[in-house]
C-alpha cells in the first residue's frame, strides 16, 4: 500500500492554508458599495458656480463637477419639461419623459415600465437597505411607487418624508421659513442614519432653494438659500466620510438639480431656454469617463452610473430603453448622432476604444412601453473605430423606428421617423 510521505503532507497543508488566507484577504478587501444621491431644487449652473459653496468644493476636490443639462434633447421626441418632478423621474430611471411619462408636478399617470435605481437595486438585491428623505411625500409614494404592486412591491426600507403636512411643528408662514426648516431636518436625518445605519441607496430632497427662487427670482434670498443647501449638503457628505473611514466602505454621492430657471427674473422655469435647461452635478467619485463633461452630461446619466458604480446589472430589453450613459468605467464611445433621409440612416458617435466594432439594432414596435418586448432586427456592424455606419432603409414602412447603437461598454438609442 502506497502512503503518502510526511513532508508531502506538510506541503499540502501549507498550499491550503496559503489558499485560504488569500481568499480571505481578497474578501476583506472588497468594499461594500452604497450610494447616496441629492437634488437640490431649481439651482442653474451659473449660479452655482458663482457662490463660495464649502462643502461642494470639498467634494469637487475629491471627485469632480460637470455642467449638465435636463430637457432632453431639444426640439425633438424627447424634449423634456423642466419642471420638478418631471426632472427627478429623469434622474430616477434614467429616460427622458417620452418614456417615463410623467409631464407635470401632478404625476398623473407615471410609467413604471421604465424602473427606477431604487427598483433595480431591490430586483437584484432584495437584502439591501434603501433609504428617502425628502419634504415631499410624492417624491416616495407616486415617482419611486413605495411598495406598489406596478413597481414590484419593492419597499423603501426607511422613509422620512411628508414634513410640509406637519404644520404643527413646521407652521406656514409667507416667507417659506418653514420649508427652510424642514430641509434643515430632512439633512440631519438623512445624515445621521446614513452614519448609524448605512442604507445602501438613499435619496435626500432639499426644496427651499426653489422656494425661494420662486418668491425672489435671482437675488440675496436666493443665494443665501443656495449656500444654506451647501451645509445641509455637508451634513451628509460627513457622514458618508465617517461610514467610510470606520466601516471600510465604499461610497458614492451624487449632487445635482432638476432645472435651472429662466433668464429675465430668476423666478420661473418649465421651458427650454438654456439657463432652464441648465444643471450640473457633483460627485466624489474619481476617475471619471468622457461621459463627465459639458455640454453631453445629463441628469439621465445618474441612474446609469448608480449602477454601475453598486454592481446592479440591468435587463437587456432595460438597459436598451436607458438614455443615460454612465460618467464612470469605460466606455466604448460617446456622442452617437443619427440623421435620416428616405433611403438611409447615419450614425455617428466619438470612438472612445481603438478595437473592437459597434452593433446597430432597429425596432419598429415600441411595445416596451406597454410591458411587452419590442423585436429588434440587426441592422449593421462596424468598426468602433470608424465612427460611422450607415443601414439602407429602403422597404421599410413609414413610421417610427427605434435604434440602439450597442458597444461593448455602453449604448445609445433613439427614434427616427420614415415618412
Avoid at 382 to 407: D, F, H, M, N, Q
Wanted: proline share 4%; aromatic share 10%; with cysteine.
Amino acid at each position: 500500500m502506497h502512503t503518502k510521505s510526511p513532508n508531502r503532507l506538510l506541503s499540502v497543508a501549507v498550499i491550503l492554508w496559503l489558499t485560504t488566507c488569500s481568499s480571505l484577504q481578497l474578501t476583506a478587501q472588497v468594499k461594500l458599495k452604497k450610494a447616496v444621491f441629492i437634488i437640490a431644487d431649481g439651482i442653474p449652473s451659473d449660479v452655482i458656480e458663482k457662490l463660495n459653496l464649502e462643502n461642494l468644493a470639498a467634494i469637487r476636490k475629491v471627485g469632480g463637477y460637470s455642467r449638465s443639462y435636463v430637457g432632453g434633447q431639444k426640439n425633438s421626441f424627447s424634449q423634456t419639461p423642466t419642471i420638478s418632478a418631471v426632472g427627478y423621474n429623469t434622474v430616477l430611471t434614467g429616460t427622458w419623459v417620452n418614456k417615463h411619462n410623467v409631464w407635470d408636478n401632478d404625476i398623473a399617470a407615471p410609467n413604471y415600465n421604465y424602473y427606477t435605481i431604487f427598483r433595480y437595486l431591490k430586483q437584484q438585491y432584495p437584502a439591501k437597505r434603501t433609504a428617502i428623505f425628502s419634504s415631499w411625500e410624492d417624491n416616495r409614494t407616486k415617482l419611486v411607487g413605495d411598495n406598489m404592486a406596478a413597481t414590484g412591491s419593492y419597499p423603501i426600507d426607511y422613509t422620512f418624508d411628508g414634513l410640509e403636512k406637519d404644520t404643527i411643528r413646521y407652521p406656514h408662514d409667507g416667507n417659506s421659513a418653514y420649508m427652510s426648516a424642514i430641509d434643515e431636518s430632512v439633512a440631519m436625518e438623512a445624515a445621521r442614519v446614513i452614519k448609524e445605519q448605512g442604507p445602501d441607496l438613499s435619496w435626500v430632497y432639499l426644496e427651499y432653494t426653489d422656494d425661494m427662487g420662486h418668491k425672489f427670482g435671482d437675488g440675496p434670498e436666493f443665494y443665501h438659500a443656495i449656500e444654506q443647501a451647501d451645509r445641509r449638503i455637508g451634513y451628509v457628505w460627513k457622514a458618508v466620510q465617517q461610514r467610510m473611514q470606520q466601516n471600510k466602505e465604499d461610497w458614492m454621492i451624487v449632487i445635482t438639480t432638476d432645472h435651472g430657471r429662466d433668464s429675465i427674473t430668476g423666478k420661473n422655469h418649465g421651458g427650454q431656454s438654456d439657463r432652464e435647461r441648465a444643471s450640473w452635478i457633483f460627485t466624489n467619485l474619481r476617475p471619471l469617463n468622457e461621459q463627465f463633461h459639458a455640454p453631453r452630461t445629463s441628469a439621465a446619466d445618474i441612474m446609469p452610473s448608480i449602477a454601475r458604480f453598486m454592481g446592479i446589472s440591468l435587463p437587456r430589453p432595460n438597459a436598451m430603453e436607458v438614455d443615460g450613459t454612465p460618467f464612470i468605467g469605460k466606455l466604448s464611445f460617446v456622442d452617437a448622432l443619427a440623421t435620416v433621409d428616405e433611403k438611409k440612416l447615419a450614425i455617428s458617435w466619438k470612438p472612445l476604444q481603438q478595437t473592437g466594432n459597434v452593433k446597430l439594432w432597429l425596432s419598429s414596435t415600441n411595445n416596451f412601453k406597454t410591458g411587452s418586448k419590442d423585436h429588434y432586427l440587426p441592422a449593421g456592424e462596424a468598426s468602433l473605430k470608424t465612427g460611422r455606419i450607415v443601414a439602407g432603409l429602403t422597404g421599410k414602412k413609414p413610421g417610427w423606428y427605434k435604434w440602439v447603437l450597442e458597444g461593448s461598454y455602453n449604448r445609445a438609442n433613439g427614434w427616427i421617423e420614415i415618412k
